[in-house]
């Protein structure tokens, strides 16, 4: 039995199981973490390539490292200082190239790799004595082979779950994709539409539009808005935190109105806003803005009508909107039940928000903990960003070391 299995090798999971390594007891046979994906942040190696990002909304300091200038040493260290990138009025940011070369090289001196089992997670149950969890999973190498793993503990990393939104209008479209969900840019377009108002379909449509490979549109619903970060750095502080959010309920719905609120969706850095109307000043990019009522495809292209009467043509549309919420993933759901854990508004796990465990329904411990966007209600706005990864690994790493642990539930 291992003392604790992380479900998710992106960022959170990474970082959880260094925090784990270096500031417990516990030992490298200890640990495992279970991801489909072929290396450890394959996910967000494929997300960052299928938008072309080339550098990073978050700060220098927040990387999957577990020293918070262990990014700048290794860049001071091989001259790439100029890859730390000026912000107006906020620090540095890492260029994508950088922070990936980092992440490789703390995988590497961590041989992290050597912990990670290439399989899915598709169900988690107690054990029948009820001192621990066991995870069914399947195999990535389409063998179908199928194992149980028994632990003391879990944490569950798993992002959004690679759910993503999709508007009623593009269903049934084969022309129109989400950038999450299989588009390459590389695959050779006279015309892109991009559907989507933040950060993602900015940076997708500046990049492809400075290739003048292709005249893109980028369609947005509203104006663009232009933010620094994901939300008011103080929202980084645990103190912040405590007392802004702490103070009302568990997996109340007054928490999840404070998280969205506080939360920048769908806006836009303004170094990369300049770059947007750079391009489309002097480039293939227009911008138009309102929501698309429909989609069909004629004569070989996607056409789509604008709520406003305009109509948009071209070979393909590109998505950029966002994940689905990752509080009524199935997966979640499945796990809720099987567990019998406490969930409150639309799904929100109630964490203990000391540890993060997630609480059993009827008020008991358990030893499932939760990193990452599903733990928003405990850790805030930035949870599923890297500075939530490292505020959450602060917070559980003592709990999931604990080894008296109580019985997930009783028998």
Known sequence: ?????????????????????????LERDDLLIVDPHERLLESFRRK??????????????????????????????????????PTPGYPQRPTLSLFLD?????????????????????AIRRTERGDGLVLETTAADGAGSSEA???????????????????????????????????????PAEETIVVGGGITAAQLATCLAEREREAVTLCSRHELETATSEADPRWINWNHIESQLHRHPPGSKA????????????????????????????????????????????DGQVRLLLETGGCLSADRAVLATGFAPVFDHPFVDRLADELGLERGYRGMPVLDDETLVWSRADGGESSLFVTGALAAGTVGP?????????????????????TDRLPLAAD
């Open 1 to 25: 039995m291992f003392e604790c299995v992380i479900v998710g090798g992106g960022i959170h999971g990474t970082y959880v199981c260094q925090r784990l390594l270096e500031d417990t007891p």
């Open 48 to 85: 960052a390539d299928a938008c072309e990002m080339d550098e990073l909304r978050s700060t220098f300091v927040h990387h999957i490292g577990t020293e918070p200038f262990g990014l700048e040493s290794f860049a001071e260290s091989r001259c790439r200082t100029d890859e730390l990138l």
């Open 102 to 122: 980092y992440a490789d090289y703390v995988i590497e001196g961590s041989d992290l790799e050597r912990l990670h089992r290439q399989a899915s997670v598709d």
């Open 149 to 187: 793993i028994r632990t003391r503990n879990c944490v569950l990393a798993i992002g959004h779950g690679g759910r993503y939104r999709k508007p009623a209008w593009a269903d049934g479209v084969d022309s129109v994709t989400h950038v999450w969900d299989g588009f390459d840019p590389e695959t």
């Open 255 to 298: 928490r999840s109105d404070i998280v969205r609120e506080a939360r920048n969706d769908a806006t836009v850095p303004q170094t990369l806003l300049e770059r947007l109307e750079t391009v489309a000043d002097d480039g293939p990019l227009s911008v138009r803005y309102g929501d698309v009522r429909s989609a069909r495809e004629v």
């Open 382 to 402: 930035f949870a599923g960003n890297i500075a939530g990864a490292r505020r959450a690994a602060d917070r559980l790493t003592d709990a999931v070391a604990t």
